[in-house]
């Protein structure tokens, strides 16, 4: 439901980075947020923030939102397969968030999302915000090389967070609020040379580029920097992540006057 506030259809908004499994604490922070009374108007996600948002849409509470993927692995999410545009498919994937999402329509939703892919073919940002909520949903996640890019209309995407990881400036011209929460802090510690540590570490550089004029956008940037010592992946530390999230949100909303937003 749109809410006539001011010259702007939206009171307040809330971006969502990508992360990975790292977009967990999202959910954290909506936790917190919700217990001091704020809930979104409309939220833009992307890749990991997109999963959140469009849970979060239609109707999962945050805690329920991590016990989704509390016990789901990497590897019963996506399936080893030889080379051909990706190292891994990303159906298992789309077959759970197809079975687990009770919208089938952006339309559906209880809050209007709007969600960010990367047209892999023009190389170009997209927004999607209507129709068909899984397919647009799985291209947000598609991150390149390792999962095949998802094909919409013949077109194929890839990973919203390639040109867009943090989609403030998606939202920020119709909210007179706007939270920012990033999952995707980057801190340059030790790595292994591997495929998906490389791939990571890539990507979170690339992140880190795209994203500094979003976060200027903000008028309240939720960002918890211990998140930058997590990788993408780590599926197993779900629950603790989720719980970072909110600690940090907690923190920083006792530290701000937020009266405003809770009328």
């Known amino acids: 439901m749109i809410t006539e506030t001011g010259n702007k259809p939206y009171k307040i908004?809330?971006?969502?980075?990508?992360?990975g499994i790292k977009g967990l604490c999202h959910?954290?922070?909506?936790?917190?947020?919700?217990?001091?009374?704020?809930?979104?108007?409309?939220?833009s996600g992307v890749s990991a923030g997109a999963v959140v948002a469009a849970l979060y849409a239609d109707?999962?509470?945050?805690?329920?939102?991590?016990?989704?993927?509390?016990?789901v692995s990497f590897r019963k999410m996506t399936q080893l397969q030889l080379p051909n545009g990706g190292i891994f498919s990303i159906k298992s994937f789309e077959r759970f968030m197809a079975k687990t999402l009770r919208s089938k329509t952006f339309e559906?939703?209880?809050?209007?999302?709007?969600?960010?892919?990367?047209?892999?073919?023009?190389?170009?940002s997209v927004e999607f915000s209507k129709g068909i909520l899984i397919h647009p949903l799985v291209a947000s996640c598609s991150v390149p090389v390792l999962f095949i890019p998802k094909k919409i209309k013949g077109i194929n995407y890839v990973d919203g967070g390639v040109l867009k990881n943090f989609p403030v400036t998606t939202i920020r011209p119709y909210c007179n609020y706007l939270i920012g929460i990033n999952a995707s802090p980057l801190v340059a510690d030790d790595y292994?040379?591997?495929?998906?540590?490389?791939?990571?570490?890539t990507y979170h550089f690339m992140f880190k580029a795209n994203i500094l004029h979003?976060?200027?956008l903000c008028d309240l940037l939720i960002e918890p920097?211990?998140?930058?010592?997590?990788?993408?992946?780590?599926?197993?530390k779900g629950r603790e992540i989720f719980d970072l999230g909110y600690e940090s949100a907690k923190a920083i909303l006792n530290s701000q006057d937020i009266s405003h937003l809770t009328s």
């Open 13 to 19: 908004g809330i971006t969502l980075s990508g992360g």
């Open 27 to 43: 959910a954290g922070v909506l936790k917190a947020l919700e217990e001091v009374g704020i809930k979104p108007d409309v939220i």
């Open 59 to 71: 109707g999962y509470t945050p805690n329920e939102i991590a016990s989704l993927f509390e016990d």
């Open 192 to 201: 292994k040379l591997s495929i998906l540590n490389v791939a990571q570490r």
């Open 214 to 216: 979003d976060k200027e």
């Open 108 to 124: 559906q939703l209880n809050i209007p999302i709007h969600i960010v892919a990367t047209n892999l073919d023009k190389g170009m």
């Open 225 to 236: 920097i211990d998140m930058g010592h997590y990788d993408m992946f780590d599926i197993e």
